[in-house]
């Protein structure tokens, strides 16, 4: 009698399972890109309480391998690594999201009145298209060696190459929309512009801008990267991983982790930003899905 | 077909004229005094009243643009604050370097990536497809600069297969030439390879579903034929669009792999003139590489009249 019960328990969860696993099996690149996501921004607000101090310098111990003392080994300056890529996490993750939030308003807000009024559009698609032309990482080197380094203007100097992507895709939306019997009909029956935008204009235009914001985010890590690496990004005395990869790029041959621990976690955010916008992508825009 | 490449002619003018505006505007944007930016902070009076005169302050900006804007046409760029040279001059000097590195990589990127993509088309769902695929979105994921380490650490320090860093002229000999270029195209073209390779992909999966390569296959044409005649032809426009677009990251690319792997072109140009805030140098590089991107896609547009006649009108 048991047993019965028992086998029938089972074959009820196996033939029904609940909720949470069914959404983990349908989408395994949204749970994947998750999980390694929330694990780094848990490390990043908790760097303080998981590492000791990233700018502690300690000349006896430099460029000592991986230990029980030192996880990720230390740079030449007798850093901890470990410490300094979990606070590199943090300015990583800041830069990403500021720059995927930023860039999809501004781009939303231009993309939404080159969609309706007629002589903007004309003009700011002229101006977008100059823009596009200007390789991002040289922009943002003028306008850091002209603004300065700080966290802010590299924000600002990755938001605006990102801005024309956003405005395009906007625009591409809108113009669909513009065209629907809906939209036709709650301009005849007299809705006033600025309740047609928001309710019937805005609204399909939400689902890939989630989608363009998560790989924007993933760009904006790798930029900021870039240009830290390159020295004209957040100033040197910050840890980031360009920065740390920037500092100990001579040591490569002795002390391999400086550079490779930095890197591995720069790779391993983006990845997850990467699979989480695909996740998304397939939920959100089947149609897309289908043909990537 | 000859309105058609009038009008790519006009517009490329226009987003040229564009650009040229932003990067005059951006050089007036900044905090503090044009002249100091231009010179630098060693100048000497007599300089610091040269380009005060060169640049025309007093003049209205849109007279100051267009003086600006004439000697840029005619390739002058302004005199570099470090070392007090031409930017034209050092960019020429640069060139080499720069050249054969985009060359090798987009040769060897192109022929890599479509061939991926016609096999993983081809054989779609296959764990060949899915390796491409995955291996594809890793590749976007990995930075330039980490993954030229990564090589360095293993070709070049471990192994000693080939050089770590550095440059040979192709003058002193093809071999050392390229053996020097192998690390750095493989670094800088891996991300460009995975989308080209997406995009072609995607492409042809959308040919083979038509039905002439099934009247193809009935009639017995062989495989080979079928993919590289009927299909990769027709799914033509997509992977040249993208070949062009993908170019941008190449150009970013460049000046990081340039940096990585010591080689001494216009990427290092660039970086080298961060530190010194050599403004002439990057607005120089800025305007040089932009017009290259500009130009390749116009290049890509007009190859859509060969690719698909359709086009045409």
């Given at each position: 009698m048991a047993d019965t019960t028992a086998t029938s328990v089972q074959t009820a969860t196996s033939s029904a399972p609940?909720?949470?696993?069914?959404?983990?099996?349908?989408?395994?690149?949204?749970?994947?890109?998750?999980?390694?996501?929330?694990?780094?921004?848990?490390?990043?607000?908790?760097?303080?309480?998981?590492?000791?101090?990233?700018?502690?310098?300690?000349?006896?111990?430099?460029?000592?391998?991986?230990?029980?003392?030192?996880?990720?080994?230390?740079?030449?300056?007798?850093?901890?690594?470990?410490?300094?890529?979990?606070?590199?996490?943090?300015i990583s993750l800041v830069v990403g999201i500021s720059v995927a939030l930023l860039s999809v308003a501004i781009g939303l807000a231009i993309g939404l009145l080159a969609g309706v009024v007629r002589w903007i559009e004309a003009a700011v698609m002229r101006l977008l298209d100059g823009l596009m032309a200007i390789p991002s990482i040289l922009l943002a080197i003028a306008m850091v060696s002209l603004f300065g380094a700080s966290?802010?203007?590299?924000?600002?100097?990755?938001?605006?190459?990102?801005?024309?992507?956003?405005?395009?895709?906007?625009?591409?939306?809108?113009?669909?929309?513009?065209?629907?019997?809906?939209?036709?009909?709650?301009?005849?029956?007299?809705?006033?512009?600025?309740?047609?935008?928001?309710?019937?204009?805005?609204?399909?235009?939400?689902?890939?801008?989630?989608?363009?914001?998560?790989?924007?985010?993933?760009?904006?890590?790798?930029?900021?990267?870039?240009?830290?690496f390159l020295g004209a990004?957040?100033?040197?005395?910050?840890?980031?991983?360009?920065?740390?990869?920037?500092?100990?790029?001579?040591?490569?041959?002795?002390?391999?982790?400086?550079?490779?621990?930095?890197?591995?976690?720069?790779?391993?955010?983006?990845?997850?930003?990467n699979l989480v916008g695909d996740g998304l992508r397939d939920r959100l825009d089947p149609r897309i899905a289908r043909r990537m | 077909m000859i309105a058609f490449i009038v009008r790519r002619l006009v517009s490329t003018v226009v987003v040229m004229a564009i650009v040229a505006i932003i990067v005059f505007l951006l050089l007036r944007l900044a905090p503090g005094d044009p002249v100091a930016i231009v010179v630098g902070d060693n100048a000497s009076p007599d300089q610091i009243t040269a380009v005060r005169q060169r640049l025309g302050l007093d003049d209205?900006?849109?007279?100051?643009?267009?003086?600006?804007?004439?000697?840029?046409?005619?390739?002058?760029?302004?005199?570099?604050?470090?070392?007090?040279?031409?930017?034209?001059?050092?960019?020429?000097?640069?060139?080499?370097?720069?050249?054969?590195?985009?060359?090798?990589?987009?040769?060897?990127?192109?022929?890599?990536?479509?061939?991926?993509?016609?096999l993983a088309a081809?054989?779609?769902?296959?764990?060949?497809?899915?390796?491409?695929?995955?291996l594809s979105v890793a590749s976007f994921s990995v930075p330039v600069f980490v993954v030229g380490y990564i090589l360095i650490y293993v070709f070049a320090i471990q192994l000693r297969w080939l050089p770590v860093q550095g440059y040979q002229p192709i003058a002193d000999g093809v071999v050392e030439w390229f053996r020097?270029?192998?690390?750095?195209?493989?670094?800088?073209?891996?991300?460009?390879?995975?989308?080209?390779?997406?995009?072609?992909?995607?492409?042809?999966?959308?040919?083979?579903?038509?039905d002439y390569i099934r009247t193809a296959h009935a009639k017995g044409v062989a495989t080979g034929p079928v993919l590289m005649k009927h299909a990769?032809?027709?799914?033509?426009?997509?992977?040249?669009?993208?070949?062009?677009?993908g170019v941008a990251l190449l150009i970013g690319g460049v000046v990081i792999t340039e940096t990585v792997f010591n080689i001494p072109g216009i990427g290092r140009l660039v970086v080298d003139a961060i530190q010194y805030r050599d403004y002439p140098i990057i607005q120089g590089v800025m305007l040089l590489f932009s017009g290259v991107y500009v130009i390749v896609n116009l290049i890509v547009d007009l190859t859509y009249t060969l690719l698909d006649p359709r086009i045409r009108t």
């Amino acid at each position: 009698m048991a047993d019965t019960t028992a086998t029938s328990v089972q074959t009820a969860t196996s033939s029904a399972p609940s909720g949470f696993w069914r959404f983990v099996r349908r989408n395994p690149t949204l749970v994947v890109g998750l999980v390694i996501l929330i694990g780094m921004v848990f490390v990043a607000l908790a760097a303080p309480f998981m590492a000791g101090d990233p700018l502690t310098m300690k000349p006896i111990d430099r460029l000592k391998p991986p230990s029980e003392q030192f996880w990720f080994g230390t740079d030449q300056l007798g850093r901890d690594v470990f410490a300094r890529t979990l606070w590199g996490a943090r300015i990583s993750l800041v830069v990403g999201i500021s720059v995927a939030l930023l860039s999809v308003a501004i781009g939303l807000a231009i993309g939404l009145l080159a969609g309706v009024v007629r002589w903007i559009e004309a003009a700011v698609m002229r101006l977008l298209d100059g823009l596009m032309a200007i390789p991002s990482i040289l922009l943002a080197i003028a306008m850091v060696s002209l603004f300065g380094a700080s966290v802010g203007i590299v924000i600002i100097a990755i938001v605006i190459p990102e801005i024309p992507r956003v405005v395009r895709l906007v625009r591409s939306v809108v113009l669909a929309t513009r065209e629907q019997p809906y939209v036709e009909a709650a301009i005849a029956g007299g809705a006033p512009m600025w309740k047609i935008l928001v309710r019937h204009i805005l609204p399909p235009t939400i689902p890939p801008l989630i989608v363009q914001a998560t790989y924007i985010c993933a760009s904006a890590i790798l930029v900021e990267a870039a240009l830290s690496f390159l020295g004209a990004g957040t100033p040197p005395e910050i840890p980031t991983w360009g920065n740390m990869i920037a500092a100990d790029r001579i040591y490569l041959g002795r002390a391999p982790w400086c550079i490779f621990c930095p890197g591995i976690a720069l790779a391993l955010v983006v990845l997850a930003v990467n699979l989480v916008g695909d996740g998304l992508r397939d939920r959100l825009d089947p149609r897309i899905a289908r043909r990537m | 077909m000859i309105a058609f490449i009038v009008r790519r002619l006009v517009s490329t003018v226009v987003v040229m004229a564009i650009v040229a505006i932003i990067v005059f505007l951006l050089l007036r944007l900044a905090p503090g005094d044009p002249v100091a930016i231009v010179v630098g902070d060693n100048a000497s009076p007599d300089q610091i009243t040269a380009v005060r005169q060169r640049l025309g302050l007093d003049d209205p900006l849109i007279v100051q643009f267009f003086r600006w804007a004439g000697r840029v046409l005619v390739g002058d760029l302004g005199i570099s604050i470090f070392s007090n040279e031409p930017v034209s001059k050092l960019i020429a000097q640069r060139l080499e370097p720069t050249l054969s590195l985009a060359v090798t990589t987009i040769i060897l990127a192109v022929v890599l990536a479509v061939t991926a993509g016609v096999l993983a088309a081809w054989k779609v769902g296959t764990w060949l497809d899915r390796t491409v695929m995955a291996l594809s979105v890793a590749s976007f994921s990995v930075p330039v600069f980490v993954v030229g380490y990564i090589l360095i650490y293993v070709f070049a320090i471990q192994l000693r297969w080939l050089p770590v860093q550095g440059y040979q002229p192709i003058a002193d000999g093809v071999v050392e030439w390229f053996r020097h270029l192998v690390l750095p195209s493989i670094a800088l073209g891996l991300a460009y390879v995975a989308l080209i390779a997406r995009i072609t992909r995607t492409a042809m999966l959308d040919v083979l579903a038509e039905d002439y390569i099934r009247t193809a296959h009935a009639k017995g044409v062989a495989t080979g034929p079928v993919l590289m005649k009927h299909a990769l032809k027709n799914a033509g426009v997509p992977i040249v669009t993208v070949i062009g677009i993908g170019v941008a990251l190449l150009i970013g690319g460049v000046v990081i792999t340039e940096t990585v792997f010591n080689i001494p072109g216009i990427g290092r140009l660039v970086v080298d003139a961060i530190q010194y805030r050599d403004y002439p140098i990057i607005q120089g590089v800025m305007l040089l590489f932009s017009g290259v991107y500009v130009i390749v896609n116009l290049i890509v547009d007009l190859t859509y009249t060969l690719l698909d006649p359709r086009i045409r009108t």
